[in-house]
């Protein structure tokens, strides 16, 4: 392994003057993913510097929505009294991720800014339409987080931007939501995960939301399936029309973990599962 000078800054202002001392640096929260990446020689950087000692970055509040500091571990989410109920299915994706060991490293901003196809606190994130905070010494901005995702690990992040956190805009009191994911045993990345949110009225679907991850180069969200559920009654014909649209939707490959064709497989039954549950029917 290459070596690197290693940084902990105490601020965010600390942070962004580091980064601009060293244009190839690199920031590290968790490490659970830079440093494989490391070790592989994937990435070679002159230095790190950790997010981690960056008390404005971390920590969870709660009002109307919530305010997810980029540097909480996934543990924490998992932890946090009061988020899973408002938001069951990223505490479902958060209690989904690796081992115990990895949940206390790993922060949902590593989660999200590693930006692989199975990222899973991504697809809460996406079905909720979260946003993104970003701020460099340039400024700060805030993106819906559908935009940062713009290819296999590959974020619109700018080189000296650090992501400070993620807002989840309040859950209507008609919405419910759910994330499900397949690996090959219990603790591994997924071979394909989704998760749905459906605001209804009854039988009727006011609002929906779906997303996939490992299906595609980036966290994917399924619109033709959202607009094929959205404003009618869900009627098992219906749901057949949307779990055939979402697995139009993706683009999967084979690998190691998976055929492609298991993957599409995988999102259409998912999705119907999770409408059925969300509906409070028997799931197939
Ligand atoms: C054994 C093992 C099992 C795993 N299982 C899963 C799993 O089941 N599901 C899953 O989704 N992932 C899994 N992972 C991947 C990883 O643990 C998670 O993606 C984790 O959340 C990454 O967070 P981190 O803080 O460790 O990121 P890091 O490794 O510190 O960083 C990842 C990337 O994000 C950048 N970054 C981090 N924070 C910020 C920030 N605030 N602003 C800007 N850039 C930032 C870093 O520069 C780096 O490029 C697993 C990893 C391992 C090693």
Do not use: W
């Amino acid at each position: 392994m290459n070596r690197y000078d290693y940084h902990r800054p105490t601020t965010l202002t600390e942070a962004l003057a580091r980064k601009a001392e060293t244009k190839d640096a690199r920031f590290i929260a968790g490490g659970t993913d830079l440093m494989v990446r490391i070790r592989g020689k994937d990435v070679v950087t002159p230095a790190l510097i950790s997010l981690r000692s960056i008390p404005e970055i971390a920590g969870v509040s709660l009002d109307g929505g919530a305010c997810i500091g980029a540097a909480t571990t996934i543990g924490d989410l998992v932890r946090h009294e009061g988020l899973g109920a408002r938001y069951p299915a990223l505490a479902q994706a958060a209690r989904r991720i690796g081992s115990q060991q990895i949940r206390n490293a790993g922060t949902i901003g590593g989660n999200v800014c590693n930006a692989s196809p199975c990222a899973d606190t991504a697809l809460p994130l996406l079905v909720h339409e979260a946003r993104v905070g970003l701020a460099s010494a340039g400024g700060k901005r805030e993106i819906p987080i559908a935009d940062l995702f713009c290819g296999p690990r590959a974020t619109c992040l700018k080189a000296d931007e650090i992501m400070t956190h993620v807002l989840l805009p309040a859950p209507s009191p008609k919405a419910k939501a759910v994330f499900l994911k397949k690996g090959r045993v219990m603790m591994d990345l997924s071979v394909a995960s989704v998760a749905v949110l459906l605001e209804l009225n009854g039988d009727t679907c006011v609002k929906a939301r779906v997303a996939a991850g490992s299906v595609g180069p980036t966290p994917l969200r399924l619109k033709d399936a959202e607009a094929i559920l959205e404003g009618k009654r869900i009627t098992d014909d219906l749901l057949t029309k949307a779990c055939e649209a979402a697995m139009r939707g993706v683009s999967p490959i084979t690998d190691v973990r998976s055929t492609a064709e298991y993957r599409r497989h995988i999102v259409g039954v998912f999705l119907k599962r999770a409408v059925l549950g969300l509906l409070g029917r028997e799931t197939a």
